[in-house]
């Protein structure tokens, strides 16, 4: 009898089980990368109404985590280099339409039978959506204007567009300059040794090694191509829901600006 009482499930502990599946569900759909903010973010979605401080006790309970840990930087002002820079950005990321302001980075990856390959990026500040992106072999000025011509193709009305990106001698190119001048978009570069002037672009690779490429073993050029179009346009634009942008995904909130619903972040 009172091994059967103990037994006896309350309607808390069935609802916590189909809370936990549901939790479960979510974090392992996210490639086990959401923490408790975005998992109850998800199930407000959905529609069901449970607090914050229930979601983070049954992940604990669970030992479920994201596998993303945040990074400590020590930043010294003193390491601040003071030189005249063409920097027109000044790291004021606000937006108040897409294609305002346009953030670019190269980011190099490990192949097995290729040895590093580069991923270069093109970020649109407003909706935070990788508008572009461009997988090779080498880290040359072909790779950076190619992804730029894919960005423009993609958007079209570059007017009173600006692009930041770090000094990097493709970026400072008179090839890359001088395509930029003539499509009538704005340079903007980083300080020299300032990481924080490219901050969001900067920060989507390091997420995307965090969430996918240390997770990976790719083979050679070609499959990494495939895999950065899989977490790129399939996850991350379309279903990463994404904190500055009001938890929804890149694609979800560019939709709702077409429908006239935009959402301030």
Same mark, same amino acid.
């Given at each position: 009898?009172?091994?059967?009482?103990?037994?006896?499930?309350?309607?808390?502990?069935?609802?916590?089980?189909?809370?936990?599946?549901?939790?479960?569900?979510?974090?392992?759909?996210?490639?086990?990368?959401?923490?408790?903010?975005? %998992? /109850? +973010? #998800?199930? @407000?979605?959905?529609?069901?109404?449970?607090? *914050? &401080?229930?979601?983070? =006790?049954?992940?604990?309970?669970?030992?479920?985590?994201?596998? %993303? /840990? +945040? #990074?400590? @930087?020590?930043?010294?002002?003193?390491?601040? *280099? &003071?030189?005249?820079? =063409?920097?027109?950005?000044?790291?004021?990321?606000?937006?108040?339409?897409?294609?305002?302001?346009?953030?670019?980075?190269?980011?190099?990856?490990?192949?097995?039978?290729?040895?590093?390959?580069?991923?270069?990026?093109?970020?649109?500040?407003?909706?935070?959506?990788?508008?572009?992106?461009?997988?090779?072999?080498?880290?040359?000025?072909?790779?950076?204007?190619?992804?730029?011509?894919?960005?423009?193709?993609?958007?079209?009305?570059?007017?009173?567009?600006?692009?930041?990106?770090?000094?990097?001698?493709?970026?400072?190119?008179?090839?890359?300059?001088?395509?930029?001048?003539?499509?009538?978009?704005?340079?903007?570069?980083?300080?020299?040794?300032?990481?924080?002037?490219?901050?969001?672009?900067?920060?989507?690779?390091?997420?995307?090694?965090?969430?996918?490429?240390?997770?990976?073993?790719?083979?050679?050029?070609?499959?990494?191509?495939?895999?950065?179009?899989?977490?790129?346009?399939?996850?991350?634009?379309?279903?990463?829901?994404?904190?500055?942008?009001?938890?929804?995904?890149?694609?979800?909130?560019?939709?709702?600006?077409?429908?006239?619903?935009?959402?301030?972040?």
């Amino acid at each position: 009898y009172y091994y059967w009482v103990k037994e006896v499930k309350t309607q808390r502990d069935i609802e916590n089980k189909i809370l936990y599946d549901i939790i479960k569900s979510i974090w392992q759909d996210s490639r086990k990368t959401y923490g408790a903010v975005r %998992i /109850h +973010k #998800k199930l @407000r979605k959905l529609g069901l109404e449970v607090n *914050i &401080k229930r979601v983070r =006790r049954l992940m604990k309970e669970n030992q479920i985590k994201s596998i %993303i /840990h +945040k #990074k400590f @930087r020590n930043y010294n002002k003193s390491d601040d *280099i &003071k030189e005249a820079a =063409r920097n027109i950005l000044k790291r004021n990321f606000d937006t108040e339409k897409l294609n305002e302001k346009w953030v670019s980075d190269i980011t190099y990856i490990w192949t097995r039978k290729d040895g590093w390959c580069y991923l270069s990026s093109i970020m649109d500040l407003h909706s935070r959506r990788i508008i572009s992106h461009k997988v090779g072999k080498f880290m040359d000025i072909k790779l950076v204007i190619d992804t730029l011509k894919m960005a423009i193709y993609k958007r079209g009305d570059t007017t009173n567009l600006i692009i930041h990106t770090d000094r990097g001698s493709q970026y400072m190119s008179k090839e890359y300059r001088k395509f930029c001048a003539k499509k009538g978009i704005s340079i903007s570069y980083s300080r020299k040794g300032n990481p924080y002037d490219n901050a969001c672009i900067e920060s989507f690779h390091a997420t995307l090694k965090k969430e996918y490429v240390h997770n990976e073993n790719f083979e050679n050029l070609e499959s990494l191509r495939s895999g950065m179009y899989e977490y790129i346009e399939i996850w991350y634009n379309n279903s990463r829901i994404h904190s500055k942008i009001g938890f929804t995904s890149p694609n979800e909130y560019e939709e709702s600006m077409k429908k006239g619903n935009e959402k301030i972040a």
